[in-house]
């Protein structure tokens, strides 16, 4: 049983920068792909961005392209989302998510991934 714990949320002005954490525990973190989702108030839980088990393969929404950086440190067990540019509609709570890596593309839908974390708020502020 995997468990992710995600920190590093907050309040940030619009243009300002956050850095999510993603603490993981309970399996071998470089065989699972990582992921991160958000959700907002009254919307559907969406993909934001993957990174492969090992780290050489990405996958970002598009949204978020050219201002997130998703990265992992296997050696610390740790996943990182890098958030630049913050805009008004980054406000959501965001979530770490792992799935064993099995092969294939990488996961972007919520169901495809069996481990979660409670999350943590971001609010950008205009």
């Known amino acids: 049983q995997v468990q992710v714990v995600e920190s590093g949320g907050g309040l940030v002005q619009t243009g300002g920068s956050l850095r999510l954490s993603c603490a993981a525990s309970g399996g071998t973190f470089s065989r699972y792909v990582m992921g991160w989702f958000r959700q907002a108030p009254g919307k559907e839980r969406d993909f934001v961005a993957a990174i492969s088990s090992g780290g050489g393969r990405l996958s970002y929404t598009d949204p978020v392209k050219g201002r997130f950086t998703i990265s992992r440190d296997n050696a610390k067990n740790t996943v990182y989302l890098r958030m630049n540019s913050l805009k008004p509609e980054d406000t959501a709570v965001y979530y770490c998510?792992?799935?064993?890596?099995?092969?294939?593309?990488?996961?972007?839908?919520?169901?495809?991934?069996?481990?979660w974390g409670q999350g943590t708020q971001v609010t950008v502020s205009s």
């Open positions: 998510a792992a799935v064993f890596y099995s092969g294939g593309s990488l996961k972007t839908r919520p169901y495809e991934y069996d481990y």
